[in-house]
């Protein structure tokens, strides 16, 4: 059994989280605080192994309250986050901390209307909290790797990209913020030219590409629709639509539309691996941590098509849902651990035409690429 408490200020939202759980025969709501003291007294009551966490409360910011409690006792934590530029601040940061997830937090309205899928996800999240190593919620050893991310002395050498619209395309969800700026943070500002879907809500994304903007050396963008994809730059997915790359005139653009969900998810990373399927053989790409199957399927197709496709190894992804799928499928040709995918994506596109093709040909004989 699980056991949840639940920390919001609002009566309402406390009773609406603790209906969507009431019904699940894994999970157990063994409290409820309406604020962070509160909370501090029940955690050591309780015992609690999840809790799930109002970014904004009275008496002790979200963010104090968690930087203690992954000092003191860390544990597996959910935010509940605004749907605000202010939200999305405090989510970044709260993940950076040390928080395993965060669910976009509507109004109450609008929790009331949508509650079976709030129900739904929320569940899953909780679920999946429980399988993660406790080492993720240390805060030293957090405060320790952001430290080294941040460090410049960490980017990466490289000589220059050697085919013209060579392009990374990369997947995660769940941990994927985190891993993302690991990965970024060691590219240098020659860097191929990467785009990314990452699972995130609206307001989210354009705050998650400004903030690692601040500390790259690649300019990262929130994609446009029709923006040009260059070399030394990356594009995020807006939170609320599917990023898809096109190819006209001899060069790449970022295009945006506003489909249906795929896999559940808008943007998601099939949309986005699909539309670099005409590329393939110019292309890498790549799954990160992530909750879910989103973009093995388009993986595989990218594989067979002549792609180089690489995932995060499981001992390094907070959830190897998205990349345990591919490799479940055999999408991938290669699998590595988040410190040396950097080291990866440039060795391969520093190749030639000539020695991009060996290399795929060792692949497609069983030799790792």
């Known amino acids: 059994m699980i056991k949840v408490l639940i920390v919001d200020d609002s009566s309402v939202i406390r009773s609406i989280i603790k209906e969507a759980l009431s019904h699940c025969n894994h999970i157990e709501v063994v409290g409820e605080a309406e604020d962070p003291l509160v909370a501090r007294d029940l955690i050591k009551k309780l015992n609690p192994d999840v809790l799930t966490l109002d970014v904004e409360m009275p008496k002790m910011d979200g963010i104090t309250f968690l930087i203690n409690l992954m000092r003191l006792r860390p544990m597996a934590v959910i935010m509940l986050s605004t749907l605000t530029t202010k939200g999305a601040d405090i989510t970044l940061q709260a993940l950076e901390i040390g928080a395993l997830d965060f669910i976009a937090k509507p109004t109450v309205q609008e929790l009331m209307a949508t509650q079976d899928s709030f129900k739904e996800v929320l569940i899953e999240k909780i679920t999946q909290a429980v399988t993660i190593d406790q080492k993720n919620f240390k805060l030293s050893d957090t405060l320790a790797n952001n430290k080294a991310s941040n460090d410049l002395s960490n980017v990466l050498s490289f000589k220059g990209v050697k085919r013209a619209n060579h392009l990374v395309a990369l997947g995660a969800s769940t941990g994927g913020t985190e891993a993302i700026k690991k990965l970024l943070v060691t590219l240098p500002s020659n860097s191929p ?15 998650f590409a400004q903030r690692l903007n601040d500390i790259c050396q690649v300019e990262v963008h929130e994609a446009t629709h029709g923006q040009k994809i260059k070399t030394g730059h990356v594009y995020i997915a807006p939170g609320d639509k599917h990023l898809e790359v096109v ?42 941590t992530g909750m879910g199957q989103d973009g093995a399927q388009g993986m595989l197709r990218l594989k067979v098509l002549g792609a180089r496709t690489l995932i995060q190894d499981k001992s390094s992804s907070l959830i190897w849902g998205m990349p345990g799928r591919a490799h479940a499928l055999s999408a991938h040709t290669m699998e590595s651990p988040l410190s040396d995918i950097a080291k990866h994506i440039l060795d391969y596109a520093a190749l030639d035409r000539a020695q991009m093709q060996g290399v795929l040909a060792k692949s497609a004989v069983g030799r790792p690429l």
């Open 247 to 288: 190819h006209k005139n001899g060069a790449l653009f970022c295009t945006l539309s506003d489909g249906e969900e795929v896999n559940r998810h808008k943007p998601a990373v099939d949309v986005l691996f699909d539309s670099v399927r005409n590329l393939a053989d110019n292309v890498q790409a790549v799954l990160l």
């Open 193 to 207: 030219a990467i785009v990314i879907t990452q699972h995130i809500p609206k307001t989210f994304s354009l705050r």
